[in-house]
């Protein structure tokens, strides 16, 4: 299981739930229990191999579903959108604007 973060300031708390709720499902379709929690942070997941063509539609899914965003071509393009770290703080701008 992920380990859990502390108290941290609303907006903190904020990305850290939504880079808990990634790694979940990360790890739902890959064992990723080997890497370290920062690391796999910043990890590319498409270099790691973690994710395929497949995969990339069932987390976009995912993401639009559970953080009730609307990705589009411009996030795909966008660099960060290969790492957990990056996509988080994507959706949080998403968030933010809604």
Same mark, same amino acid.
């Given at each position: 299981?992920?380990?859990?973060?502390?108290?941290?300031?609303?907006?903190?708390?904020?990305?850290?739930?939504?880079?808990?709720?990634?790694?979940?499902?990360?790890?739902?379709?890959? +064992?990723?229990? !080997?890497?370290?929690?920062?690391?796999?942070?910043?990890?590319?997941? &498409? =270099?790691?191999? /973690?994710? +395929?063509?497949? !995969?990339?539609?069932?987390?976009?899914?995912?993401?639009?579903?559970? &953080? =009730?965003?609307? /990705?589009?071509?411009?996030?795909?393009?966008?660099?960060?959108?290969?790492?957990?770290?990056?996509?988080? =703080?994507?959706?949080?701008?998403?968030?933010?604007?809604?």
């Amino acid at each position: 299981m992920v380990r859990r973060f502390g108290a941290l300031p609303s907006k903190d708390r904020a990305m850290k739930n939504i880079q808990e709720r990634l790694v979940d499902w990360f790890s739902d379709q890959e +064992d990723i229990s !080997g890497y370290d929690q920062d690391a796999l942070l910043g990890l590319d997941y &498409f =270099e790691a191999e /973690l994710i +395929d063509s497949f !995969g990339i539609m069932t987390l976009v899914m995912h993401v639009e579903k559970t &953080f =009730e965003v609307t /990705l589009t071509e411009d996030h795909f393009q966008d660099r960060r959108f290969t790492s957990i770290q990056g996509l988080s =703080e994507i959706i949080k701008e998403i968030q933010d604007v809604l």
